[in-house]
């Protein structure tokens, strides 16, 4: 055979193979910015707060997003951008801590996962935007710009975080679906990164499309990602279920992981879009052009009837699982809101703080009784959830009063709103109508927030008086639900 036809032949064959691999290339997207060496910085140093903000305000405790009010919101998308321009200023060769450095790629996973669904909003799921031959793939394509490299999401995850020996990374990073990990409604930060992965680690494997053990077949239903992943969990079965064992959500599962005597089953992967569709614009802090809207656009989550609503149904929920003899999952849904009551903790005044931390000890030594069969009355229950709302009414309406000072009229009208219904919420708890001057004092104050919220003009006069009758309501409702509910 002639050489240089063969060699010819070669060159041919090469070039049709690189034009074939460019065809086959999706159109690269890519976020973040260019910036100088001298104006990189260290992980260390990179500042996660207006992530945190974002997620407080759009995603719930189960790690739904609400990405249509996302998207409609131009200043938290503007938001969202700058957070992952911030995150360009990281140098990946400045040395840092393994908190620091882990911490800030989880969060920059979900930051771009994020960005790339609102690029695409209204979708159905993130594999709608993963071409495998021809077209964009969203894990491939859209590249973030870090110190003088760009990383795409499979790059993030597979080139940095999958190599950094941590697997509770499996946990924290989210793909956008349904059957992935919720994704958590806080940035991780450096400080508190052991106690939120093991936090979402052990709420993956609480939720029971996720995980579930069938006692007497001695069989484990495993999410999928425990076998797309296997090797980092363990060389076999026996170390990948000891590397679990300690987040499962019963003692007896995390014997059986221990001793690895089961057999293991995968469950099917739910790829639905991860969407919050039920809040509407309006529970969410508005958005305006005014310069007290400018002053307002915090990123602090306005709950209004929304946050009100979310603390509710975990408690019903956990009610109907008690009543049932579902005991893991009333006490995970007890822990629900024991979370929910732990993030408006955060963002508390004094006294509202230490009314939320009584609840959350309260709930928390609930939690570990109904799991442990030690709590099987209703009654018990309801007197904790009733004490919870009061709680929340009580947090609420000093944050109203402190915003109303700050002139913050707009949040101070949710806060109102929540109170209201908070203090609603409990007394359905202890099994009693609302009366109807309660009734009456909780329409007005709904209807005081609206008018606040919409930016009407509201005498002080009319707001202390409408918040000195709420006040009123709330230290009676505290007084009713004082001691446990009988009947």
């Known amino acids: 055979m002639d050489v240089k036809y063969t060699l010819t032949t070669l060159g041919l064959a090469l070039i049709g193979m690189t034009f074939t691999s460019a065809a086959l290339a999706g159109p690269k997207v890519t976020v973040g910015r260019a910036i100088a060496a001298n104006q990189q910085i260290s992980f260390d140093q990179i500042n996660h707060t207006a992530w945190d903000k974002l997620l407080r305000k759009y995603v719930d405790v189960q790690g739904r ?81 870090v110190g003088k490299n760009t990383y795409s999401l499979e790059d993030m995850e597979h080139k940095i975080l999958r190599k950094m020996d941590e697997p509770r990374v499996h946990f924290a990073i989210v793909c956008a679906s349904h059957s992935c990990p919720r994704l958590l409604y806080e940035a991780y930060v450096s400080e508190q990164l052991e106690e939120q992965l093991t936090l979402n680690t052990r709420e993956f494997f609480a939720n029971e499309e996720n995980f579930r053990y069938e006692v007497q077949s001695r069989r484990f239903y495993l999410s999928s990602i425990l076998s797309w992943f296997d090797e980092d969990f363990g060389s076999d079965q026996a170390a990948q279920l000891k590397t679990i064992a300690s987040y499962l959500p019963s003692q007896a599962a995390s014997e059986a992981a221990n001793a690895n005597s089961v057999s293991v089953t995968y469950l099917d992967y739910d790829w639905s ?27 602090e989550l306005a709950i209004g009837k929304s946050g009100s609503d ?22 995970r849904q007890i822990r629900r809101g024991v979370e929910f009551l732990t993030r408006e903790s955060k963002h508390a005044t004094a006294k509202g703080k230490e009314a939320l931390d009584r609840s959350i000890h309260e709930l928390s030594a609930l939690a570990d009784s109904v799991e442990s069969g030690a709590t099987n009355s209703v009654d018990d229950l309801k007197g904790a959830f009733a004490r919870a709302h009061h709680a929340l009414a009580y947090h609420y309406q000093q944050r109203a009063s402190e915003s109303w000072l700050r002139r913050r009229f707009k949040a101070a009208g949710q806060d109102l709103k929540a109170a209201s219904y908070e203090v609603e919420y409990g007394i359905s708890w202890v099994g009693e109508g609302v009366e109807n001057k309660t009734r009456d004092t909780l329409t007005a104050t709904r209807e005081l927030g609206d008018s606040m919220i919409r930016g009407a003009k509201v005498g002080a006069e009319h707001v202390n008086s409408q918040a000195k009758n709420l006040g009123q309501q709330i230290m009676s409702f505290g007084r009713r639900v004082a001691q446990p509910v009988r009947r």
């Open 65 to 145: 997003v609400a990405y249509q009010a996302w998207k409609n919101s131009s200043s938290d998308v503007q938001a969202l951008d700058a957070y992952i321009n911030s995150l360009s200023r990281a140098n990946t060769s400045t040395p840092a801590t393994r908190e620091a450095k882990l911490a800030f790629w989880i969060n920059a996973y979900n930051a771009v996962t994020v960005k790339g669904i609102l690029r695409e909003y209204p979708t159905t799921s993130i594999r709608n935007h993963t071409a495998k031959a021809f077209g964009y793939n969203i894990w491939k394509d859209l590249l973030l710009t």
């Open 273 to 299: 879009l991860n969407d919050r569709v039920d809040v509407a614009e309006e529970t969410l802090n508005p958005e305006g052009s005014s310069n007290q809207n400018a002053q307002e656009s915090d990123g």
């Open 310 to 331: 979310e603390s509710l149904q975990l408690f019903r929920q956990a009610c109907a699982n008690s009543q049932n003899g579902e005991h893991h999952a009333a006490a």
